[in-house]
């Protein structure tokens, strides 16, 4: 590297840190987007070099659902085994996040002293980061519909991985859920080394299959995939009766490490950390212990204290998360254990500005089973009705249900944390920007 390009970089890392700094310090937020912001206009070549520096390799989270939940996951195993990781633990997971978090620990001449780079990748993103790395290994965690109006369907999104895949080297390590149709089907047709991981327990099958699926169909031939149970979407044990394409098999038992966090989702994010964790190396007794001792991302079935109050979060983007996070605060609700949800819709460009999904989502159970329901968000009254309509047959007086709408999120809080009992869990199934709303307002931080 010439002596001007070491001064720009060192300039470009100085700037950035001056404004991580600064933006903490007055509190406007975490700082995990605009120092790389500034960072990449003042050395545009900053993200590869800063990949080239990972010792031991950098690791690729992609997927549509679980991608925070599962790098921290993975981070605290690695940690735990004794190696330092950088991660963009704040979820910020497009180009300007990724140079931030790397720069989070580079030395003010852009040196980076780490093991690992674990990052969490946006899926329509992946191609446009694999120009610029070879990564150790890549993790898949699954493919669904979100956002359409800016990722298309699944397909699509499928083709630009196995196009920007192939070109990588053999020894690179893909790790695939198998109980995905269309990433089992990639796995199997790519040249480098695939491993994968899915469940094998069918009394975790869905009575149906749900609404809100995306690809009941084989990739290879078209024809109608033969379910013998699913166990989210269209995550399942399934095979082709007409061209024989089936489920790739596993390469762990999905009962061997059990799992901490609620939810059938939360049994693939650790399932997935757990395999990513053995193919590196890591004593079993480590990812176990890690995994017991874990404790959620924000947001991501996240547990605050608040006002003496125990209250979950639930981050909830698209029909699949929501559908989940529903099975999920049901399965609490029978038991007798919550009686107050709080939804919080919002329409900004990180949720995705078309909520046409909500009715994807299936939130008859919830409606149906009474207590408290609070909407609220920028699209409070587009939520207030499909809640409305989930019980068409059913008012919902006569069902105990009683349904609040909040135009003020802080307001709406305040009813939910007023009508939530002390021995009860109050849920909060809020999109991405009401989330991030909802904890500054919970705990007096920003995210981003």
Not at 191 to 201: A, H, I, M, P, R
Not at 309 to 316: A, C, E, F, Q
Not at 363 to 386: C, F, N, P, Q, W
Request: charged share 20%; aromatic share 6%.
């Amino acid at each position: 590297m010439s002596f001007i390009n070491r001064l720009r970089l060192g300039f470009a890392v100085g700037v950035a840190k001056t404004v991580t700094a600064g933006v903490r310090g007055l509190r406007l937020g975490a700082a995990s987007v605009l120092p790389g912001e500034v960072a990449r206009r003042i050395y545009p070549n900053l993200l590869p070099l800063l990949f080239q520096q990972a010792k031991q390799g950098v690791i690729l989270v992609v997927g549509t659902n679980g991608k925070t939940t599962t790098s921290l996951l993975l981070r605290k195993i690695l940690e735990d085994g004794g190696f330092r990781v950088a991660h963009n633990e704040t979820g910020a997971n497009l180009i300007n996040g990724l140079v931030t978090a790397l720069l989070e620990d580079t030395s003010l001449i852009g040196q980076l002293d780490i093991d690992y780079a674990i990052l969490e990748v946006d899926e329509n993103i992946l191609p446009l980061v694999l120009r610029d790395c070879r990564p150790r290994l890549i993790l898949g965690l699954n493919l669904f519909r979100d956002q359409l109006d800016r990722y298309g369907e699944v397909d699509t999104i499928s083709q630009r991985w196995k196009t920007a895949i192939a070109p990588l080297p053999p020894e690179t390590a893909i790790v695939l859920n198998a109980d995905d149709p269309t990433l089992s089907y990639l796995g199997q047709n790519l040249t480098q080394k695939v491993l994968f991981f899915g469940l094998s327990e069918p009394q975790l099958y869905l009575e149906a299959l749900p609404h809100a699926v995306d690809s009941i169909y084989c990739p290879n031939c078209g024809h109608s995939l033969n379910y013998q149970g699913v166990y989210l979407s269209h995550l399942g044990d399934y095979d082709c009766p007409a061209c024989g394409f089936k489920k790739s098999q596993p390469a762990i038992d999905s009962k061997e490490w059990g799992q901490i966090l609620i939810g059938v989702y939360n049994k693939y994010n650790t399932l997935a950390a757990g395999l990513v964790a053995k193919e590196l190396g890591i004593n079993s007794e480590v990812i176990t212990k890690a995994i017991q001792n874990f404790r959620a991302a924000f947001g991501r079935a996240e547990e605050l204290t608040v006002e003496g109050k125990h209250v979950r979060i639930l981050l909830s983007k698209n029909p699949v998360g929501m559908n989940e996070t529903l099975r999920a605060v049901t399965q609490i609700k029978e038991a007798g254990k919550s009686s107050t949800t709080l939804i919080v819709l919002n329409d900004r460009t990180p949720d995705g500005t078309d909520v046409s999904w909500i009715w994807d989502a299936d939130t008859e159970k919830l409606a149906s089973m009474g207590g408290t329901i609070i909407v609220s968000g920028d699209r409070v009254y587009d939520m207030a009705l499909r809640i409305q309509y989930s019980q068409p047959e059913l008012k919902a007086e006569k069902n105990g249900l009683n349904l609040v709408v909040e135009e003020n999120l802080e307001d709406a809080i305040a009813t939910a944390l007023k009508t939530t009992p002390a021995d009860e869990t109050l849920h909060i199934i809020p999109t991405y920007s009401a989330m991030l709303e909802v904890r500054e307002l919970l705990t007096g931080r920003k995210i981003l």
